[in-house]
C-alpha cells in the first residue's frame, strides 16, 4: 500500500482546521504536516510556519516530509479581499502558481484547489445555478477563485497534473470565528445567539444564497480527493451544495432553541457581493460522477452548532 503524506496550507483557517483533523484520521498524524503563516500552540501534529508565496520553502517543505499530495487553502477572502484588491490577487494567485509549479516538478499526485460560489457573476440562473454557468464574478477573490480554476484545468490538460476543485458555498462551523467571507453572518449569528446578544446582520433578511455545513464540507473534499481519476469529468471545479437559506430564515430556526435572540438588519457593501451570487447551486454532475449526497439541513446544523457552542462558551466561562 502506497503511503501518502500530506501538506495542508492554510491550515489555521474556518476549513483547514477541520479538514486537518479529517486527513489525521484517514492517514494517520505523522503522515499530516498543517502549515500556516503564524504558529499554532493548540495544533497537535506536525506543524510548519510556511510563507506559500515562497517557492523556495514550499518546495523544501514538499521535499522534507515527501509530500504526495496538497491541499492549498491559503487565501484572502471575499469580504476582506475588496478591501485590499491588488494584495488579494498577488497572494491568491502567487500561492496557487507556486503550489502548481512545485508539485508538477517534484511528482505530488494529488492537489486540491477550493474554489467558491464567488466565481458566478448576476448574469447567470441564480436558482439551481448549473455547473456550466458563465463566470463574470463582482469580487477580486472570485476573479482569482476563476483563475485558479482554468489552471487547475490547463495543468492537468498540459501536465497530467491530478488537481481537482469544488465550488464552495458558504461554509458554516462552530470551530473558528468568521474569517472575512460574505457568508459568514452565518457563523457569527449562532455566536451572539449562544451569548444571548443582540445581531446586527450585514445583509437584508431576504437575502438567500447557498450554504453547507463544515462537516458536509469535508466529507465532500474527501470524497472528491478519494475518487478514481476516471471518474473526474470537471476540471475547473465542481459545484457543490448544502442547502440554501437566509438570514430571517437561519434566525428563526435559531429561535426555536432561543425564542427570545433579537436579530436587526443593516445592509453594507456586502449585499452588492451577495447579490451577485446564486441563491441555489444545482451539483448533479458531483452526484452523479462521486456520489455526493448532503447530510445535514438547517435546523440539523442549527442544533450542532448550539450545542458546541454552549459548551465552548461554558468552558470559557468555567
Known amino acids: 500500500m502506497t503511503t501518502e503524506n500530506i501538506l495542508i496550507t492554510g491550515a489555521s483557517g474556518q476549513l483547514g482546521a477541520v479538514l486537518t483533523k479529517a486527513l489525521q484520521e484517514k492517514f494517520g498524524v505523522d503522515h499530516v504536516v498543517a502549515s500556516d503563516l503564524r504558529s499554532n500552540k493548540d495544533y497537535e501534529g506536525i506543524f510548519e510556519i510556511l510563507d506559500v508565496k515562497d517557492i523556495e520553502a514550499l518546495k523544501a517543505m514538499v521535499a522534507k516530509y515527501k509530500i504526495t499530495q496538497i491541499y492549498h487553502l491559503a487565501a484572502i477572502l471575499s469580504a476582506k479581499g475588496e478591501e485590499f484588491p491588488l494584495m488579494t490577487w498577488d497572494?491568491?494567485?502567487?500561492?496557487?502558481?507556486?503550489?502548481?509549479?512545485?508539485?508538477?516538478?517534484?511528482?505530488?499526485?494529488?492537489?486540491?484547489?477550493?474554489?467558491?460560489?464567488?466565481?458566478?457573476?448576476?448574469?447567470?440562473e441564480?436558482?439551481?445555478?448549473?455547473?456550466?454557468?458563465?463566470?463574470?464574478?463582482?469580487?477580486?477573490?472570485?476573479?482569482?477563485?476563476?483563475?485558479?480554476?482554468?489552471?487547475?484545468?490547463?495543468?492537468?490538460?498540459?501536465?497530467?497534473?491530478?488537481?481537482?476543485?469544488?465550488?464552495?458555498p458558504?461554509?458554516?462551523?462552530?470551530?473558528?470565528?468568521?474569517?472575512?467571507?460574505?457568508?459568514?453572518?452565518?457563523?457569527?449569528?449562532?455566536h451572539k445567539a449562544v451569548k444571548q446578544e443582540p445581531f446586527e446582520?450585514?445583509?437584508?433578511?431576504?437575502?438567500?444564497?447557498?450554504?453547507?455545513?463544515?462537516?458536509?464540507?469535508?466529507?465532500?473534499?474527501?470524497?472528491?480527493?478519494?475518487?478514481?481519476?476516471?471518474?473526474?469529468?470537471?476540471?475547473?471545479?465542481?459545484?457543490?451544495?448544502?442547502?440554501?437559506?437566509?438570514?430571517?430564515?437561519?434566525?428563526?430556526?435559531?429561535?426555536?432553541?432561543?425564542?427570545?435572540?433579537?436579530?436587526?438588519?443593516?445592509?453594507?457593501?456586502?449585499?452588492?457581493?451577495?447579490?451577485?451570487?446564486?441563491?441555489?447551486?444545482?451539483?448533479?454532475q458531483a452526484k452523479e460522477d462521486w456520489g455526493w449526497k448532503p447530510q445535514y439541513d438547517l435546523d440539523a446544523m442549527s442544533k450542532v452548532m448550539i450545542d458546541n457552542l454552549k459548551a465552548y462558551y461554558n468552558s470559557v466561562i468555567a
Open 201 to 284: 446582520c450585514f445583509l437584508k433578511a431576504s437575502t438567500t444564497l447557498p450554504m453547507i455545513y463544515i462537516e458536509d464540507a469535508v466529507r465532500a473534499t474527501l470524497e472528491l480527493m478519494d475518487a478514481p481519476a476516471e471518474n473526474i469529468s470537471v476540471r475547473t471545479s465542481y459545484n457543490l451544495s448544502g442547502m440554501s437559506f437566509s438570514p430571517e430564515e437561519v434566525a428563526a430556526s435559531i429561535k426555536k432553541i432561543y425564542p427570545k435572540f433579537e436579530v436587526s438588519y443593516s445592509p453594507d457593501f456586502r449585499q452588492d457581493i451577495a447579490d451577485s451570487w446564486p441563491m441555489s447551486i444545482d451539483d448533479a
Open 91 to 124: 497572494i491568491n494567485m502567487s500561492t496557487f502558481f507556486n503550489v502548481l509549479e512545485v508539485s508538477r516538478l517534484s511528482n505530488v499526485k494529488k492537489v486540491f484547489f477550493p474554489s467558491s460560489i464567488a466565481v458566478f457573476g448576476n448574469n447567470i
Open 170 to 190: 458558504g461554509v458554516i462551523g462552530y470551530q473558528s470565528l468568521p474569517g472575512g467571507g460574505t457568508t459568514d453572518y452565518a457563523v457569527d449569528i449562532y
Open 126 to 168: 441564480r436558482v439551481n445555478t448549473p455547473q456550466d454557468s458563465n463566470l463574470s464574478p463582482s469580487t477580486v477573490y472570485g476573479i482569482s477563485k476563476v483563475a485558479g480554476e482554468n489552471w487547475a484545468n490547463y495543468y492537468y490538460k498540459k501536465y497530467n497534473l491530478d488537481v481537482r476543485s469544488l465550488r464552495y
